[in-house]
């Protein structure tokens, strides 16, 4: 008999919780969310070639492929891994000459040993930012004929 009224007050302490939990409101999670890093009008390029090398040395200096730029950064492809260089120096022709300096904030390898860089540019003198600017929004607007 024990047993009969013990499961018994337990099968109402269960049909308690399962309906008041249904009756309160249900709290729901909210995660958090990321800031957008990027700031900046960033253009995606399929193989803009550039040549790059440590900031600190002229020497040597390796070629790679932009994937994309803005004027506060660009990801890098290289087939080679840089694993002591915090600052780059990077060169490419775009309709201008550009020689931009920035630091290495990311590193990624990918698939077939290609490494991808998130390079942040040191902050660039008005007139080469803008330069950089109209450059990229007029190649935005180029259409591409496939």
């Not at 009756?23 to 960033?42: E, Y």
């Not at 390029?45 to 070629?63: G, I, M, N, T």
Request: charged letters at 25%; a positive charge; hydrophobic letters at 40%.
């Amino acid at each position: 008999m024990t047993y009969l009224v013990l499961a018994i007050c337990m099968a109402a302490i269960f049909i308690i919780l399962v309906l008041v939990k249904n009756i309160s409101p249900k709290k729901t999670k909210t995660l958090p969310k990321k800031p957008n890093r990027r700031t900046a009008f960033r253009l995606s390029l399929l193989d803009q070639v550039c040549w790059f090398h440590d900031s600190a040395s002229e020497q040597p200096v390796y070629k790679g492929a932009i994937r994309d730029i803005s004027i506060t950064g660009m990801k890098l492809h290289s087939n080679l891994e840089l694993p002591d260089i915090n600052e780059i120096t990077v060169e490419f022709e775009m309709g201008e000459f550009f020689v931009l300096t920035g630091q290495i904030k990311r590193r990624k390898l990918l698939e077939n040993d290609l490494f991808e860089y998130g390079i942040h540019f040191n902050p660039l003198d008005p007139k080469t930012e803008q330069t950089l600017f109209k450059v990229l929004w007029d190649k935005s607007k180029e259409k591409i004929v496939v």
